[in-house]
């Protein structure tokens, strides 16, 4: 283990402490940060090594473009609009890396810390800004945990096409004012276990993402389970699958608090115009509570009136032991018969409130219900065997724009058994 100081560190927050560390960390081995700020730039991690941070430790984002990555520095990096390709953490194709203890801080304040002119509650949108925080790119058995990471200007950390990945104890407080704040990006990665974790985001905590485009070695999203998380974002989704033209398949979420968020959980396809759509399949979310959430689920192929001939297919979700209240309705919603099947309910008790903007405009919300959003809690349609049982509705008596407690369209092998509710439920036109 080396310390950084030995290295010339200073980790004073004003001396540029790059090339020091970059120095430590091609000695190879973990290298050490005792208490300080260290201001950097962006550094490569290597293979059989990583960071160590005390408490009281920092590393803090350079404010100075200049000291970060090109955007070509490497194949797999892509910038996007509004942010570019640099990250202050980089792990490209390495292995056995460790990251420990103390704190990030992607220096947020330094790109983005204006108010919007049009809307205050967010950040206007800078010129300039690096991309993901911390990026593990095509790397074998990475080990992040009792760690903090705060104030990125973009997304925190970002594993794509990575195998072997334990990330425990991580605790991400982002500003809510912040654009694309995600949590942890979990894209085209395979063997990885999420637990511990509290996450207040600007945008979604957790994503599981199926974008090979990229990569070299096209692989995809499966084996991994996410649990024993704290989870809140008032702008996005706690937890989202979807996202790319791959494959998620065979991940398990399970013991997971949401609270104060926009969406608790959406699984999503095809999520633009732009975007091939993703295959979703097999995928268990069990233990799950949702606390004053806007809406609780939404499961789609697509969004914002987006009608290709063609979506990819989301089969086989399953979701147990679930409590939650919502002022929205739920969606599981198909392109077209064929492509939404086998999705259950089970052991599910929810309330909702007074059903606040429930007419709003479609064009004004993130994929959700394409002709408004629905007078229900759970909105079937285009869907092919789904069950709900064991499941209790609530709704105020005095809210009368709650029609019904589930509706069911151009629907087949649609169940309810033990499903109560102080509303009546429809299914194809016919109460039930």
Same mark, same amino acid.
């Given at each position: 283990?080396h310390?950084?100081?030995?290295?010339?560190?200073?980790?004073? *927050?004003?001396?540029?402490?790059?090339?020091?560390i970059q120095?430590?960390?091609?000695?190879?081995?973990?290298?050490?940060?005792?208490?300080?700020?260290?201001?950097?730039?962006?550094?490569?991690?290597?293979?059989?090594?990583?960071?160590?941070?005390e408490? *009281?430790?920092?590393?803090?984002?350079?404010?100075?473009?200049?000291?970060? @990555?090109?955007?070509? =520095?490497?194949?797999?990096?892509?910038?996007?609009?509004?942010?570019?390709?640099?990250h202050?953490?980089?792990?490209?194709?390495?292995? !056995?890396?460790?990251?420990r203890?103390?704190r990030?801080?992607?220096n947020?304040?330094?790109?983005m810390?204006?108010?919007d002119?049009?809307d205050?509650?967010?950040?206007?949108?800078?010129?300039?800004?690096?991309?993901?925080?911390?990026?593990?790119?095509?790397?074998t058995?990475?080990?992040?945990?009792d760690?903090?990471?705060?104030?990125p200007?973009y997304?925190?950390l970002?594993?794509?096409?990575?195998?072997f990945?334990?990330?425990r104890?991580?605790?991400?407080?982002?500003?809510?004012?912040?654009?694309?704040?995600?949590g942890?990006?979990? !894209?085209?990665?395979?063997?990885?276990t999420?637990?511990d974790?509290?996450?207040?985001?600007?945008?979604?905590?957790?994503?599981?993402r199926?974008?090979?485009?990229?990569?070299?070695?096209?692989r =995809?999203?499966?084996y991994?389970?996410?649990?024993?998380?704290?989870?809140?974002t008032?702008?996005?989704?706690?937890?989202?699958?979807?996202?790319?033209?791959?494959?998620?398949?065979?991940?398990n979420?399970?013991?997971?608090?949401?609270?104060?968020?926009l969406?608790?959980?959406c699984?999503v396809?095809?999520?633009?115009?732009?975007?091939?759509?993703?295959?979703?399949?097999?995928?268990m979310?069990?233990?799950?509570r949702?606390e004053?959430?806007?809406?609780?689920?939404?499961?789609g192929?697509t969004v914002? *009136?987006?009608?290709?001939?063609? =979506?990819?297919?989301?089969r @086989?979700i399953?979701?147990?032991?679930?409590? *939650?209240?919502?002022?929205k309705?739920?969606?599981?919603?198909?392109?077209?018969?064929?492509?939404?099947?086998?999705?259950?309910?089970?052991?599910?008790?929810?309330?909702?409130?007074?059903g606040? @903007?429930?007419?709003?405009?479609?064009?004004?919300?993130?994929?959700?219900?394409? !002709?408004?959003?629905?007078?229900?809690?759970?909105? +079937?349609?285009?869907?092919?065997?789904?069950?709900?049982?064991?499941?209790? +509705?609530?709704?105020?008596?005095? =809210?009368n724009?709650?029609?019904?407690?589930?509706?069911?369209?151009?629907?087949?092998?649609?169940?309810l058994?033990?499903?109560s509710? @102080?509303?009546?439920?429809?299914?194809?036109?016919?109460?039930?």
């Amino acid at each position: 283990m080396h310390n950084v100081r030995d290295f010339g560190a200073k980790g004073d *927050g004003v001396t540029k402490d790059t090339g020091a560390i970059q120095k430590a960390i091609d000695a190879g081995g973990i290298v050490h940060f005792p208490q300080g700020v260290y201001l950097t730039g962006t550094l490569y991690l290597k293979s059989g090594g990583g960071l160590e941070l005390e408490e *009281g430790a920092v590393l803090l984002g350079s404010p100075d473009r200049e000291d970060y @990555n090109k955007d070509d =520095a490497f194949p797999q990096n892509r910038a996007f609009a509004h942010t570019s390709g640099a990250h202050l953490l980089i792990a490209l194709e390495q292995h !056995d890396i460790v990251l420990r203890g103390g704190r990030i801080d992607g220096n947020r304040k330094a790109f983005m810390n204006q108010p919007d002119k049009e809307d205050s509650t967010v950040f206007a949108m800078p010129e300039w800004r690096p991309g993901q925080m911390v990026f593990f790119c095509e790397c074998t058995n990475i080990t992040v945990t009792d760690m903090e990471m705060t104030e990125p200007p973009y997304w925190t950390l970002f594993l794509h096409g990575c195998e072997f990945v334990t990330i425990r104890g991580l605790r991400i407080i982002n500003d809510f004012r912040i654009h694309n704040g995600d949590g942890i990006d979990i !894209d085209c990665c395979r063997f990885v276990t999420v637990s511990d974790c509290i996450i207040h985001s600007a945008d979604d905590c957790i994503t599981l993402r199926g974008n090979e485009e990229p990569l070299k070695k096209k692989r =995809a999203c499966e084996y991994v389970t996410i649990s024993n998380c704290v989870l809140s974002t008032e702008r996005c989704n706690a937890i989202r699958i979807g996202v790319g033209n791959g494959l998620i398949r065979r991940c398990n979420i399970s013991n997971i608090v949401i609270h104060d968020t926009l969406t608790g959980i959406c699984l999503v396809s095809q999520y633009a115009v732009t975007s091939p759509g993703v295959a979703i399949e097999d995928i268990m979310l069990n233990d799950i509570r949702l606390e004053n959430c806007v809406r609780l689920f939404h499961i789609g192929t697509t969004v914002r *009136g987006v009608r290709k001939e063609e =979506a990819k297919s989301i089969r @086989n979700i399953s979701f147990s032991r679930i409590r *939650g209240n919502a002022v929205k309705g739920s969606i599981i919603q198909g392109r077209s018969r064929g492509y939404m099947e086998n999705i259950s309910f089970k052991d599910v008790s929810v309330t909702y409130g007074r059903g606040e @903007n429930i007419t709003e405009k479609p064009e004004t919300s993130y994929g959700e219900f394409i !002709d408004g959003n629905p007078p229900c809690a759970f909105w +079937v349609e285009n869907a092919e065997n789904v069950s709900f049982k064991d499941v209790s +509705v609530t709704f105020p008596e005095e =809210a009368n724009e709650w029609k019904n407690a589930l509706r069911g369209e151009n629907t087949e092998n649609l169940l309810l058994e033990e499903f109560s509710s @102080n509303r009546p439920s429809s299914i194809n036109g016919k109460e039930v």
